[in-house]
């Protein structure tokens, strides 16, 4: 009886070892890659970084000068993606979790909306943007004022692909956060006379806005670097002044990144061009999401 239960413990025991050996290499394989990634971008690419790369035009075929046009391309762009998106997937998730019953068929179709996106393919998105935001809604535009600005490609049109094709991620995000904050707190503010929609703006909203910016914190992390949805709706080649308008085109860092890989003269010559501009994408990230994690903290101590 002993050794019967003497041999299940130390079956027990050596499961759980392998266990927490296969979870400890894992998380070392995933450190060690992201590591030997960002080191090999700053071995390659920190000799090419300069004052007048990160502030001067692209020349010559995006072979010499610098890329600020593709850094403030990228920078506005991922704002005002976030301030198309993040208010939609915001209000979508408050339906959801607040006015929706599950087993609502609208409801249920929402979701199975939300699921789907999810899973389209970022180039189908790109398309999409080209039919409906370009042809239809700016073309519309166009026809009803008698002039030619929406109906091509465009920072407007690219900002709001971007924002639908991140809708999900911001959905999911906030639905997780509106559904956290405890029911006693929504059931105190009803028994104290506040209706519904007081109670969503005043107790609920208030106590999830860490989550709706986790959202935002997502969405910027899969916008920045998407490129096949932006390749049709505004993206150029290369540029040298900045766009003045949301109807102008801009440049984009991944997309210059893809142009200097493939459609270069010397691709071999671009290498140190194409490890800088990593660098920079990835900082330019970083900063964004920084910002949005440090709001995020300071809105968790008031």
């Known amino acids: 009886m002993k050794t019967l239960a003497s041999t299940t413990t130390s079956k027990k025991r050596l499961l759980g070892f392998f266990a927490v050996l296969v979870t400890v290499v894992a998380v070392v394989a995933i450190i060690g890659l992201l590591i030997s990634m960002f080191g090999t971008f700053v071995v390659q690419g920190s000799g090419q970084l300069s004052w007048t790369f990160l502030t001067e035009a692209p020349r010559n075929n995006n072979t010499e000068g610098g890329i600020f046009p593709a850094i403030f391309g990228t920078t506005i762009l991922v704002l005002l993606m976030t301030l198309l998106g993040v208010p939609v997937g915001t209000a979508t998730a408050i339906y959801l979790s607040e006015y929706a019953r599950q087993s609502a068929a609208f409801a249920r179709a929402v979701r199975f909306a939300v699921n789907t996106l999810a899973g389209v393919p970022s180039i189908v998105f790109g398309l999409f943007g080209v039919g409906f935001f370009i042809q239809f809604v700016g073309g519309g535009i166009d026809n009803v004022t008698a002039g030619a600005v929406f109906g091509k490609p465009a920072l407007l049109w690219a900002s709001a692909t971007l924002a639908v094709l991140t809708l999900p991620v911001v959905i999911v995000s906030v639905e997780e956060a509106l559904r956290a904050v405890p029911r006693e707190l929504r059931e105190a503010s009803l028994a104290l006379g506040a209706t519904k929609w007081q109670t969503i703006t005043k107790v609920v909203l208030p106590n999830s806005v860490s989550g709706?910016?986790?959202?935002?914190?997502?969405?910027?992390?899969?916008?920045?670097?998407?490129?096949?949805?932006?390749?049709?709706?505004?993206?150029?080649?290369?540029?040298?002044?900045?766009?003045?308008?949301?109807?102008?085109?801009?440049?984009?860092?991944?997309?210059?990144?893809?142009?200097?890989?493939?459609?270069?003269?010397?691709?071999?010559?671009?290498?140190?061009?194409?490890?800088?501009?990593?660098?920079?994408?990835?900082?330019?990230?970083?900063?964004?999401?920084?910002?949005?994690?440090?709001?995020?903290?300071?809105?968790?101590?008031?």
């Open 212 to 302: 709706i910016l986790t959202g935002s914190i997502l969405a910027v992390g899969r916008g920045a670097g998407e490129v096949a949805a932006i390749l049709f709706v505004g993206v150029v080649y290369s540029l040298e002044r900045l766009p003045s308008s949301v109807t102008d085109q801009f440049m984009h860092l991944g997309y210059h990144l893809y142009v200097l890989s493939t459609q270069s003269p010397d691709v071999e010559k671009t290498l140190p061009l194409q490890y800088a501009t990593t660098l920079v994408l990835l900082g330019l990230t970083f900063v964004l999401n920084f910002s949005a994690i440090y709001v995020r903290s300071r809105l968790r101590r008031i």
